[in-house]
């Protein structure tokens, strides 16, 4: 199986931050990466597909990048609505792995 | 708009077996690959099992081997899964997940979940 592993596992951050979450496969994935958010109580909702491509209706401020093992979400400035926990997830085969997900807090 | 509702949690004795059901709207259900993904209280996200259009691709986690099963109905829109021989660590939230199109692989619809807790 494919093992992913984000960091950082938490982190603090204000408004207007730039953030920048990091996921690493445990064996190459090419693009097959997904990013979702989640919110407390709420359903997980995608964000990013194959590595980089944006769902519709996501906010531009929202970017992923990376290819083979290591892939990275940006927030390029923090928004109110985006306090949420992110998981990465490899969608190059199953069983299907996600990250252990980065809680991104209100400092 | 797509919706995918989830039903069929609640408490459950260890050893004992619960059925849950995902009512599909606002697509065509029979042309999208679909997913269980759990999720222990507190902790992250957990794929369970994948079936394709026709049922006849079915993967599993090893950690639901040979206890889960599921299933689809096309004519009625719903997916199943079908859990024997609970433990406590299968206590989670559930989530019905469609498969995209364009990679199976990747979630891009889930449901609001439902809660199964096994415990004595």
């Known amino acids: 199986d494919i093992q992913m592993t984000q960091s950082p596992s938490s982190m603090s951050a204000s408004v207007g931050d730039r953030v920048t979450i990091t996921c690493r496969a445990s064996q190459s994935i090419s693009r097959w990466l997904a990013w979702y958010q989640q919110k407390p109580g709420k359903a997980p909702n995608l964000l990013i597909s194959t590595a980089s491509t944006l769902q519709s209706g996501v906010p531009s401020r929202f970017s992923g990048s990376g290819s083979g093992t290591d892939f990275t979400l940006t927030i390029s400035s923090l928004q109110p609505e985006d306090f949420a926990t992110y998981y990465c997830q490899q969608a190059d085969s199953f069983p299907l792995t996600f990250g252990g997900g980065t809680k991104v807090e209100i400092k | ?120």
């Open chain 2, 1 to 120: 708009e797509v919706q995918l509702v989830e039903s069929g949690g609640g408490l459950v004795q260890p050893g004992g077996s619960l059925r849950l059901s995902c009512a599909a709207s606002g697509f065509t259900f029979s042309t999208h690959n679909m997913n269980w993904v759990r999720q222990a209280p507190g902790k992250g996200l957990e794929w369970v099992s994948y079936i394709n259009t026709v049922s006849t691709n079915i993967f599993y986690a090893d950690s639901v081997k040979g206890r889960f099963t599921i299933s689809r109905d096309n004519a009625k829109n719903s997916l199943l899964l079908q859990m024997n021989s609970l433990r406590d660590e299968d206590t989670a939230v559930y989530y019905c997940a469609r498969s995209s199109t364009a990679r199976w692989e990747i979630l891009d619809y889930w449901g609001q979940g439902t809660l199964v807790t096994a415990s004595s």
